[in-house]
């Protein structure tokens, strides 16, 4: 469905810790190119998957002008102050587009999760949305708190960090989609196992940890059901 190009190409956007800042060995632009292989194929299901497969025209080369700003700056070439604004302002647009993207991918795949009736990828989706518009929030007005330049570098060091876990989030919920949504026709075939097994055990126990969850919440309501019957039984006695 192209949910596998997805996967592989999400999986670019995670930037790496160096000395002095990030690095970006594996260039968002080339995960960009991926994505939107996949995403010409997931648009035909949703309005979402259309509208972010169009935000990747602009980031391809918004992409492209950051990964050389990266390359120029590790060699001590970009020191001129008019080269690091003009790209600044790349990078702020390129953190626009990213935050449009990313809500409406998640969107996307909400609603894809809701008519396939996978609720458990519906819920994930919506949680890891409100997540990573927490992420940009503070990513966008990290500069903007008053601080010294030893709290600055931690502040920046804490949101890097909570955009690892927001790639790692969303990663983890791309593969979910890419195990559990089929096209119509397939949706008793058996779950596609991965070819590592740690991958398989990963995938096998968050589904026993989502199944108790599920389980779980299942026991509470029919508790809270019976609960409320019982007093309602002893209000009609009276």
């Known amino acids: 469905m192209g949910f596998g190009f997805l996967t592989v190409g999400y999986v670019f956007l995670l930037d790496f810790f160096v000395p002095g800042g990030t690095f970006d060995y594996l260039p968002n632009f080339i995960g960009y190119i991926i ?22 025209y602009p980031l391809i080369p918004v992409g492209v002008a950051l990964f050389v700003y990266d390359i120029i700056k590790a060699a001590g070439i970009a ?6 604004t003009v790209f600044s302002y790349i990078g702020i647009a390129s953190a626009l587009l ?9 969107k996307g795949i909400i609603e894809i999760a809701k008519e396939t009736e996978l609720t458990k990828i519906s819920s994930r989706a919506l949680r890891n949305l409100f997540v990573t518009m927490l992420y940009y929030f503070f ?7 008053p601080a010294d330049e030893n709290a600055r570098r931690i502040i920046s ?11 790692f ?6 593969i979910s989609c890419y195990m559990r949504i089929c096209l119509e026709g397939d949706e008793d075939m058996p779950v596609k196992p991965s070819r590592f097994k740690s991958v398989n055990r990963f995938n096998s126990r ?7 969850l599920e389980k779980s919440g299942e026991e509470s309501a029919r508790y ?4 409320k019957s019982g007093k309602r039984k002893r209000t009609g006695k009276k």
Do not use: P
């Open 206 to 212: 968050i589904d026993r940890a989502l199944e108790k």
């Open 224 to 227: 809270r059901q019976e609960k």
């Open 169 to 174: 989030l969303n990663t983890v919920l791309i």
């Open 79 to 84: 020191s001129d102050g008019s080269v690091q």
């Open 139 to 145: 990513y966008m007005t990290r500069d903007a708190v």
């Open 157 to 167: 060091l804490v949101v890097s960090l909570f955009g690892v876990l927001v790639i």
């Open 98 to 106: 990213c935050f449009a993207f990313h809500i409406v991918l998640l």
């Open 35 to 56: 994505m939107l292989i996949g995403l010409m194929k997931l648009s035909v299901y949703n309005r979402w998957f259309r509208n972010a497969k169009n935000l990747l």
